[in-house]
């Protein structure tokens, strides 16, 4: 959808999984989301103000099962014509004889900076098998001879488990830090 004016224009985008695939980013494969883009023209440099709003599905930290993210976001892009393509700053120079800029590229770069470093289920929401598999090597300190267990709500849980003796001697080096 586009709606102009003389030095303005509005446009909606519907980024769905199709347009992951085909930018074959690594953070992002798949997702749903509604981008609305305002363009300004004043004095010589066009304002790109996006909003966009949806879900992305990203692998959960913990399992590596599919999770959804919601991500609205605010973002602003400045460009201005010249020579040949560059970024100065905060502003992006696109080619005169060009005339345009391919916007799926920041799109997605907006998208991935607005989720979380940390993407985990929630509380209880994890795969059941997966989990039972980390708690068999999950632990928290080089002191500690006990295994850590996560229990069914994904909480953490103490059960002794048998620990290879060699391991005592590469522990020293944790020690030595």
Known sequence: MKNMTADSA???????NQFFVDLDGPEVQKGKLEVKLSVKKTSGVFLLDFHTEGVVIVPCDRCLDEME???STSDQLKVKLGLSFAEEGDIVIVPEDDGYINIAWFLYEFIVLHIPMKHVHAPGKCNKGMVGKLNKHLRISADDDMGVAMDE??????????IDPRWNELKKILDNN
């Open 69 to 71: 993210l919601s991500i």
């Open 153 to 162: 709500d994904d909480g953490i849980s103490e059960e002794p488990q048998e």
């Open 10 to 16: 509005k446009y909606e985008f519907m980024l769905d």
